[in-house]
T-cell receptor, first 114, second 113 residues
Framework: AQKITQTQPGMFVQEKEAVTLDCTYD???????LFWYKQPSSGEMIFLIY??????QNATEGRYSLNFQKARKSANLVISASQLGDSAMYFC???????????FGAGTILRVKS | EPEVTQTPSHQVTQMGQEVILRCVPI?????FYWYRQILGQKVEFLVS????????KSEIFDDQFSVERPDGSNFTLKIRSTKLEDSAMYFC???????????FGPGTRLTVL
């Protein structure tokens, strides 16, 4: 079974600064995928970034990067140059090797201050 | 850019009534999913659907729930006899491609009175 842990219930960051949102995972599957989603106050779930367990390099998508440390089973999201529009709930999720379901963490609420 | 759509955006129903939540997945995707999020809680997997049958389901997805792909575009979730605890946001998602990333619809907020 897969498990995702997000230990930060809430985070504050100053506009234009970088912020790291923590995610650790647990699985016995030999291969897996890690995802981050953003949920603004309007409620939709927006895909941000994907990291495969066999990918050699950390994933990047614009201002988002994923700090993947396989030995430590961590997949932290780094947002550079924070913007007010980044204020939202952020979910880390995992897909195991067998089956396609996503297992989500509890989420981290990010607030960007001007 | 293709997107997943869901209707209605908000549904209010009386306990014991049947509801059908509708979704139109991204057209070239082959896997479809339903998740739910009770207010303030994490997102929970309900069911996945591939090749016109359920490929995986969670413990939440009991006999009160069913899914169907009635035509080439729609994907529905039916709750036969709603309970108060079914009140939640229900998300449809679809996936395809190399990474099989799941793209979510905007959700249907179900309120059971």
């Amino acid at each position: 079974a897969q498990k995702i842990t997000q230990t930060q219930p809430g985070m504050f960051v100053q506009e234009k600064e970088a912020v790291t949102l923590d995610c650790t995972y647990d699985t016995s599957d030999p291969s897996y995928g890690l995802f981050w989603y953003k949920q603004p106050s309007s409620g939709e779930m927006i895909f941000l970034i994907y990291q495969g367990s066999y990918d050699q390099q950390n994933a990047t998508e614009g201002r988002y990067s994923l700090n993947f440390q396989k030995a430590r089973k961590s997949a932290n999201l780094v947002i550079s140059a924070s913007q007010l529009g980044d204020s939202a709930m952020y979910f880390c999720a995992m897909r195991g090797e067998y089956g396609n379901k996503l297992v989500f963490g509890a989420g981290t609420i990010l607030r960007v201050k001007s | 850019e293709p997107e997943v759509t869901q209707t209605p955006s908000h549904q209010v129903t009386q306990m014991g009534q049947e509801v059908i939540l509708r979704c139109v997945p991204i057209s070239n995707h082959l896997y479809f999913y339903w998740y739910r999020q009770i207010l303030g809680q994490k997102v929970e997997f309900l069911v996945s659907f591939y090749n016109n049958e359920i490929s995986e389901k969670s413990e939440i997805f009991d006999d009160q729930f069913s899914v169907e792909r009635p035509d080439g575009s729609n994907f529905t979730l039916k709750i036969r006899s709603t309970k108060l605890e079914d009140s939640a946001m229900y998300f449809c998602a679809s996936s395809g491609g190399v990474t099989d990333t799941q793209y979510f619809g905007p959700g249907t907020r179900l309120t059971v009175l």
